[in-house]
């Protein structure tokens, strides 16, 4: 009984695994080949970016803030208090800023998006979509797709400036740090490699949570009760699955780095 | 050109183990009203969805006009589902867009289907308010579906369907959940409306007072396929069990007491 259970659980999952691969597939190709109308993609470019970028600054300059201090409290008994500056700018390129931006608007923008869609699905919208001969993937999807690819990226980098901003102020009004011991080594020791990672990783978690938010939004089934449920699964499967993404991402884009450095040496 | 419209012939449908569609097979010719009959369950909606392509079979054929489109190239499917329009049960009204978009939404997308030419907007503007003036919602353009009743939302549907002119309709439950006096204005739409466009009308419904007020021919949909169809004179005479209690339910009307 128990083996039954587990067989279609797996079954269950590599349909889901198979239908969400789909969906990015069709997706893409919409977005590409038959690109949706541009009011929709600037409406959903100003949905996303625009309206996001107010808890984005938040969240990238308080971070910068207690990653600040943090650096200080921790470092500076050991007089490594002149890194500060360095480790909030890579911390906040590499890794916080990408990670944070696509957390805050997987709950502001990508949860809106499963409950918008979700109870277009049970009120029937998305099959009088259908009917008129529209493929909700081209309609509803292409258009967030297209701007979550290019809005997610400027966020995390508009978070990313925001951090740094944030670590500069507290440092030089707080700890009475100057601006030059702050700034200067930023440039020595964050390479375009940094900044390659934070636009590659912001992009793939960008498009992670919006097709993840969507699909679960187009399987929405049962009602309101469906409909909070597809957004709470969408909101945690988004992070578990950034989550993952990232260790991957930071793993195999500084091996990559790495080789291409040895390459280079050995050259 | 053969006289039937829509031709389905051995339609399959499983869902969760249970054939909702069991080799289902049916005609719908031009210029007719065609009901189908059933109890809850039996597949009637699935059938709809299958025709206007919203659900795919797991065997079987759906024609329009000598054409396969069921199953068939997207190209080919695409150009038949834009002769199409179906009015459903909760009327799925866009919420994010006034009655006037919602209307206008077909003909933003697609312009003319027949002739592939855009619309301009004043254009829009006047086939939108002449087929909410024909539904009788003249005035709420500007309107949230949200703001009107039930029985307005029906009509509204009716109106986006109207604006673009499809030669076959189809309706799921249009009267259910509907005041009698509503649910007549809604099947007296109908017959409008097939009056003036005398394309193929589907539709599926539970209730029998509309059923026979509408229908050209009546059908039962029963085991996954259609039991029974005929003329609704000849229909109401068949001999079977849910038919028998369709008659015997119009003939006695129940009152719970006989007195005040």
Redesign the interface.
Known sequence: MASIVLKKSFARFFEMIGEYVRLIGEVAHAAVRRPPSWDLVREQLYHIGVMSVGVVAITGFTTGIVLAAQSFYQLGEKGLAGVTGVLVAKAMITELGPILTAFMVTGRVGSSMCA?IG??KV???I??L?????HPHRYLIAPRFIAGSIMIPLLTLFSAVMGIVGGYLISIYFFHMSTGNYFHPIPLHVSVFDLATCLIKSTIFGVLLITVCCYKGMKTTGGAAGVGKATTQSVVTSYVLILIFDLFLTMGLNMIYKQIKMGWMNG | MDERMIRIRNLWKRFNDNDVLAGLDLDAHDDEILVILGRSGVGKSVLLRHIIGIEKPDQGTIEIDDVQIVPSKKKEFDRAMRTMGMLFQGSALFDSMTIEENTAFYLRQHGNHLTGLRFTNEEIREKVDAALKKVGLDGVQKKMPSDLSGGMRKRAGLARLLVYRPSILLYDEPTTGLDPITAQQISDLIIQTQNELKGTSIIVTHDITSALRMADRLALQQEGKIAHLAYPKQFMEINDPTINFLRSSLQHRIFRKETL
């Open positions: 918008e109870s277009m009120t029937e919208q099959d009088a259908r009917s008129m001969a529209i």
